[in-house]
């Protein structure tokens, strides 16, 4: 009997999948077209949606996560989930973008980006403490012998019986990184889904723009909030377990939660843009 060995990173794409979440994603893109026009909020919005939903996909692949064996000092990363630690840089960078949307797209986007990034980078700093002063364990990757950035040697740092311990230099740089794209990608979404709500919606309730703010401003975060959710969750999933960042070899993973994610956005996002667009 043979034993076949699972998957690593990288290994596993599946064509078929992958050409039916881009079918997807086109049919939904051709049905926005001609339901509205190219040239038109509503299309520019999905668009901008999709490319938000991949980017929170594809950065949620930099963020160092450890889970439980981090927790024990037996894996580095952050003693936590892929999804609630993505989401919780997602929500900071929201929060940030969404109170400069007033000043614009890109000021806006940026500064959802720079509120990720630093959510990461404060939670990286003090998870660095506690491992360093708390656990008394140094910092050490278990996927690489030298680190990719700073050049230090990592075996002779790390303890035997584990995959590596503490949060590595490039794993805290991978984790910044990793929250200006998720933030970023958030408050892209949310930008677009506010221009839609803001023009449809007077229209739609019958009521004027001052009025039907609160409720614009409600709906965005709420739809923005939620896509972070999906994509993280399928990151997550794509992931399966601890990653150290964007040098572990599960980062070679991420084209499939690409696809996956053009394909997700595209199915909310035309979701959420209906409910205010028709």
Same mark, same amino acid.
């Given at each position: ?39 038109? *909020?509503? @299309? ?7 490319? /938000? !939903?991949? $980017?929170? #996909? &594809? %950065? ?106 503490? *949060?590595? @230099? ?7 990184? /990793? !929250?200006? $794209?998720? #933030? &970023? %990608? ?93």
């Amino acid at each position: 009997m043979t034993v076949t060995p699972k998957p690593t990173g990288g290994v596993g794409m599946d064509p078929v999948a992958n050409a039916l979440s881009i079918i997807l994603m086109i049919a939904i893109i051709g049905a926005a077209w001609i339901l509205f026009g190219w040239n038109t *909020l509503v @299309f520019k919005a999905l668009v901008a949606v999709i490319l /938000g !939903g991949a $980017l929170v #996909g &594809f %950065g949620v692949h930099f963020v160092p996560v450890g889970g439980a064996p981090a927790a024990m000092g037996q894996a580095p990363g952050i003693a936590t989930g892929v999804a609630m630690l993505a989401a919780g840089a997602g929500l900071a960078g929201l929060f940030g973008g969404a109170f400069a949307v007033p000043l614009g797209l890109l000021t806006s986007v940026v500064a959802g980006g720079i509120g990720g990034a630093l959510m990461m980078a404060i939670t990286c700093l003090f998870v660095t403490l506690i491992y360093t002063y708390g656990m008394g364990i140094p910092s050490a990757s278990g996927k690489v012998k030298v680190d990719p950035i700073t050049g230090d040697t990592q075996a002779e740092y790390k303890s035997q019986g584990t995959e590596g311990h503490g *949060l590595p @230099f490039s794993s805290f740089a991978g984790g910044v990184i /990793g !929250g200006f $794209l998720g #933030g &970023f %990608g958030g408050t892209l979404i949310y930008y677009a889904l506010l221009q839609v709500y803001e023009a449809k919606l007077p229209t739609l309730l019958s009521a004027s723009a001052s009025a039907v703010a609160p409720v614009a401003v409600s709906l965005a975060g709420i739809f923005a909030i939620g896509m972070f959710l999906v994509n993280a969750v399928l990151a997550a999933y794509n992931i399966t377990g601890t990653t150290e960042g964007f040098h572990d070899p599960k980062f070679a993973r991420f084209p499939r939660a690409i696809f996956a994610s053009l394909a997700a956005s595209a199915v909310c996002g035309i979701v959420a843009i209906l409910v205010a667009a028709l």
